[in-house]
Structures are given as structure tokens and as C-alpha cells.
């Protein structure tokens, strides 16, 4: 009994040193997020690239994305908490965009394909 004892013990003291780093890692992810504010005056009206293609968010409202295989286009609004959201004017899926600071450049949450893209600005 006493070593089951101990041995939970020493459980929960490796998870209580463990938990922060863990709870670190989210901090710091979240830590980068961009405000609404930020996006706007960074992505709205102005393209940037993930590398294969080329997106651009209007002061109207309305987007573009363009790359050698397809083109979208359709409108985009913003929540308060700087989280973008397209709708295609054609299939009418919703796509939105998580945008972050990352090392000197941007990256981006895409909540379809649930994966990190890097966001350059043109």
C-alpha cells in the first residue's frame, strides 16, 4: 500500500512539473495571435501569398485567391477577436483564418485543412 502510495505521488509531482510546460506552449502560440486591429491593417487590402497562390481581402468585403490550379472568389467578414471568415461565392464553403506573428514574418490557422501556413505579404 505504501509504495502505490508513493508511487502516485511521484505521478502527480512529474504531471504538476510537467502541466506548465504544456500550458507554456499554448500560451505562446496564442501569445502571437494577431488582433483584429492588426489584421486589418496588415492583410486587408493589400495580397499576400502561402507560397502557391495569392489571396486578397477588400476593404468591401469581398476576397480573391488565385494559383495555377483554381480561383475563389466571395465575401469575408471578421469577428472581434481578429478571426477571418470567407465565404465562395460559388460553393458557398466557409473557410477561416487564424492569422499569427512568426519569428520577422506572419503565419496563418486554416481551419479546413487544420494546419499552420506561412502568410507573406506582397
Same mark, same amino acid.
Do not use: K
Given at each position: 500500500?505504501?509504495?502505490?502510495?508513493?508511487?502516485?505521488?511521484?505521478?502527480?509531482?512529474?504531471?504538476?512539473?510537467?502541466?506548465?510546460?504544456?500550458?507554456?506552449?499554448?500560451?505562446?502560440?496564442?501569445?502571437?495571435?494577431?488582433?483584429?486591429?492588426?489584421?486589418?491593417?496588415?492583410?486587408?487590402?493589400?495580397?499576400?501569398?502561402?507560397?502557391?497562390?495569392?489571396?486578397?481581402? $477588400?476593404?468591401? +468585403? *469581398?476576397? #480573391?485567391?488565385? %494559383?495555377?490550379? &483554381? $480561383?475563389?472568389? +466571395? *465575401?469575408? #467578414?471578421?469577428? %472581434?477577436?481578429? &478571426?477571418?471568415?470567407?465565404?465562395?461565392?460559388?460553393?458557398?464553403?466557409?473557410?477561416?483564418?487564424?492569422?499569427?506573428?512568426?519569428?520577422?514574418?506572419?503565419?496563418?490557422?486554416?481551419?479546413?485543412?487544420?494546419?499552420?501556413?506561412?502568410?507573406?505579404?506582397?
Amino acid at each position: 500500500m505504501a509504495r502505490s502510495v508513493t508511487r502516485r505521488a511521484a505521478a502527480l509531482i512529474s504531471l504538476s512539473a510537467v502541466a506548465p510546460l504544456c500550458l507554456g506552449t499554448a500560451a505562446a502560440t496564442e501569445a502571437g495571435r494577431l488582433t483584429a486591429e492588426q489584421v486589418r491593417s496588415t492583410f486587408i487590402g493589400r495580397e499576400w501569398t502561402q507560397g502557391t497562390g495569392t489571396f486578397l481581402f $477588400s476593404p468591401d +468585403g *469581398t476576397y #480573391r485567391y488565385r %494559383d495555377p490550379q &483554381m $480561383s475563389a472568389r +466571395g *465575401t469575408w #467578414r471578421m469577428d %472581434d477577436d481578429g &478571426m477571418l471568415c470567407t465565404v465562395n461565392s460559388v460553393s458557398g464553403v466557409r473557410t477561416c483564418y487564424t492569422f499569427y506573428r512568426h519569428g520577422d514574418g506572419y503565419r496563418y490557422w486554416h481551419d479546413r485543412s487544420r494546419q499552420y501556413w506561412p502568410a507573406q505579404l506582397r
